[in-house]
T-cell receptor, first 113, second 110 residues
Framework: DGGITQSPKYLFRKEGQNVTLSCEQN?????MYWYRQDPGQGLRLIYY???????QKGDIAEGYSVSREKKESFPLTVTSAQKNPTAFYLC????????????FGPGTRLTVT | GQNIDQPTEMTATEGAIVQINCTYQ??????LFWYQQHAGEAPTFLSY????GLEEKGRFSSFLSRSKGYSYLLLKELQMKDSASYLC???????????FGTGTQLKVEL
């Protein structure tokens, strides 16, 4: 079955540590996205990539970094510079062209203490 | 900008019809999306409107008026499983990005 996988579902880290969240898709989609969701808030775009080896900052990129070395993979690193890293992180992908629909992975809930 | 506004919460009765409204600034958008999100889960796609009018898909329908910057999601024959957050999102950046509203938490009661 085609889809998007994110691992792990729950992740715990100590303050000051960098952590990398995994996102893999086998939908052959060109575009991939990372969002953050906080309680009572909508999804906010962190980074997105429309093609391999290229990515753009979203609305809240500070304290985060990404890479897009392979079409299937778009890992997100939450660095120690991110002031409030505890959140629900969602990865999505989209087939570029006429369709704008984004497909979401199951999410990773990151807790930093 | 592309501010999107929708009510924070709504309550409706099982079997009834509910309409969730969404308003947005009309500049620079490419279509209007609705997603459903159950607590702790990923959003799932419900509908997409790029032209004015009503799109019907089973118990769910979505309406768009581009000139008024207004959309709504209509849910018929409500079921308990419809209790979820409903996210309105506008396509921006030439369709490459989505800007989401804060979501409307719908509670379906007996």
């Amino acid at each position: 079955d085609g889809g998007i996988t994110q691992s792990p579902k729950y992740l715990f880290r100590k303050e000051g540590q960098n952590v990398t969240l995994s996102c893999e898709q086998n939908l052959n989609h060109d575009a991939m996205y990372w969002y953050r969701q906080d309680p009572g808030q909508g999804l906010r775009l962190i980074y997105y990539s429309q093609i391999v080896n290229d990515f753009q900052k979203g609305d809240i990129a500070e304290g985060y970094s990404v890479s897009r070395e392979k079409k299937e993979s778009f890992p997100l690193t939450v660095t120690s510079a991110q002031k409030n890293p505890t959140a629900f992180y969602l990865c999505a992908s989209r087939e570029t062209g006429s369709s704008y629909e984004q497909y979401f992975g199951p999410g990773t809930r990151l807790t930093v203490t | 900008g592309q501010n999107i506004d929708q009510p924070t919460e709504m309550t409706a009765t099982e079997g009834a019809i509910v309409q969730i409204n969404c308003t947005y600034q009309t500049s620079g958008f490419n279509g209007l999306f609705w997603y459903q999100q159950h607590a702790g889960e990923a959003p799932t796609f419900l509908s997409y409107n790029v032209l004015d009018g009503l799109e019907e898909k089973g118990r769910f329908s979505s309406f768009l008026s581009r000139s008024k910057g207004y959309s709504y999601l209509l849910l018929k024959e409500l079921q308990m499983k419809d209790s979820a957050s409903y996210l309105c999102a506008g396509g921006t950046g030439g369709g490459n990005k989505l800007t989401f509203g804060t979501g409307t938490q719908l509670k379906v009661e007996l």
